[in-house]
């Protein structure tokens, strides 16, 4: 991701703050987590509060420092690698390849559920089987060129994502003034309960503030990187968590907390609010809704394949993961995200679950958490490893109070991840929600273990460091 922006920046002798904040929100916000966040409740209102000031500033500042004194090709993979070496750098870059074609998986998914929804055509599992295997390799394919890196798809996406965004939420309002709302709106539903099943629900906010990072990728570009890229980061979140809880609020008034499908909700929202079932504003509604599905990934792909292809000819992931097309683009990333979700989409029917794309994505989710877990306490190591490097911005603060900058959000991300995968009690739907995304993310760690084990590649910093 950090790879693909750069080069976006190159193409401008100038980056404003406009276009820092402009570029966060249309990189990170993400339309299908809308539906997820809105799941949670009323109480999802004090947890992106919550979040945004106990994780997001520390994790944007962090990120500000960190990306403007470490200009390297691999973002939080050579933060980490820099701080704790080969076998650590190894478990992020992994971390952080493998969480991409989960998603891709769980677009796929989403994509042929979404075709039903606007169609009304039932598919049978081998149509969307071969449906989601086409919009996979579809995907890989357009990410193996430049086109890929085309401002226009961002620009588009980012355009229609605001439109769903916004029509959400002002139906939402319009309906709940008009009419009322599915789900009660006392001041009691918006106090969170403290209990197990309550923090599992941080993951979804958490997952959505991910990303901030590319920010720091332009400082290079501003002419007060100290000052703009903290401004960036700052309102680039504000913007991200209002368009969110516009949405989410909008699929609350629109469907019963305990009616709502993290896949199929925000298409049913727009339905019910709109009180059509069919029709050519529900056929456009969804197909801004599949273009976002594939933008999405094709903007991402550039950025994490260059980071994956820069870790394995690191020696840190495998070399075939390194390979380049004729064209110079990342090719064995590229494939390997596609070959990973086929199998996915491919298992899919016999996985035991309710909602097959919440599994999928709920993985992806975990994997993207678990990245970044060991970044916050690299920062710190850093600070004592490698203290002579300049910083255009430095998080200012007692000993204290760094600690907390650092410690804090990665104690969050190790709650969020524990209780998103382990099963809170017996229950059918539980063990059918969880097992699998535990069973996954096992089975991406071990995986991860056997790479960092054989992680070989010279360390080419500079042996102070190493």
């Not at 990333?333 to 679950?353: E, F, K, R």
Request: with cysteine; aromatic share 12%; glycine share 8%.
């Amino acid at each position: 991701m950090s790879e693909e922006k750069s080069t976006k920046i190159k193409e401008s002798k100038s980056f404003r703050l406009f276009d820092a904040v402009l570029v966060a929100v249309c990189v990170v916000l993400v339309v299908e987590s809308a539906a997820p966040a809105a799941a949670i409740g009323n109480s999802q209102f004090f947890w992106w509060i919550f979040i945004l000031l106990g994780f997001f500033l520390p994790y944007g500042l962090i990120s500000a420092e960190l990306g403007t004194a470490y200009e390297d090709e691999g973002g939080i993979y050579d933060w980490v690698k820099r701080a704790y070496g080969e076998k650590w750098g190894s478990r992020v870059a992994w971390y952080y390849f493998i969480n991409f074609p989960l998603w891709m998986g769980s677009l796929a998914v989403l994509f042929t559920d979404v075709i039903t929804q606007i169609s009304g055509f039932q598919m049978n599992v081998f149509t969307a089987i071969l449906i989601q295997l086409l919009f996979i390799w579809g995907v890989v394919g357009i990410s193996g060129f430049k086109v890929s890196d085309s401002k226009w798809i961002l620009n588009i996406a980012a355009i229609f994502k605001a439109i769903i965004m916004l029509s959400i939420g002002g139906l939402g309002i319009y309906t709940a003034i008009t009419r009322g709302a599915a789900n009660e709106f006392t001041p009691m539903s918006f106090v969170p309960s403290l209990n197990a099943h309550s923090l599992s629900n941080i993951s979804v906010i958490l997952f959505n503030f991910l990303g901030f990072e590319v920010v720091t990728t332009f400082a290079s570009q501003m002419k007060k990187p100290e000052k703009e890229i903290p401004k960036a980061i700052v309102l680039g979140g504000i913007f991200i968590a209002a368009f969110y809880l516009l949405a989410a609020f909008g699929i609350s008034v629109a469907i019963p907390k305990e009616e709502l499908s993290a896949s199929s909700g925000l298409i049913e929202s727009f339905v019910l609010l709109t009180g059509q079932s069919g029709g050519y504003l529900i056929t456009i509604f969804g197909l801004m809704f599949l273009y976002t599905l594939a933008s999405n990934l094709i903007s991402w792909s550039l950025g994490v394949n260059y980071v994956t292809m820069y870790a394995a000819k690191q020696g840190s992931l495998p070399s075939v993961l390194g390979k380049e097309g004729k064209n110079g683009m990342p090719m064995g990333a590229n494939i390997g995200n596609g070959i990973i979700a086929s199998l996915m989409v491919l298992a899919a029917p016999i996985i035991p679950s309710q909602d097959i794309f919440w599994s999928f994505f709920a993985l992806n989710m975990v994997m993207l958490l678990v990245s970044y877990v060991i970044v916050f306490p690299a920062f710190l190591k850093l600070r004592k490893k490698d203290s002579d490097t300049k910083r255009p911005f430095k998080v200012k603060g007692t000993k204290a109070q760094l600690l907390w900058i650092a410690y804090v959000p990665m104690v969050l991300l190790i709650i969020s991840i524990i209780f998103s995968i382990v099963p809170l009690n017996l229950s059918s739907e539980e063990l059918a929600g969880k097992l699998p995304v535990l069973a996954g993310t096992i089975v991406s760690i071990l995986i991860g273990e056997i790479i960092a084990a054989r992680a070989v590649g010279a360390d080419k910093l500079p042996k102070e460091l190493q």
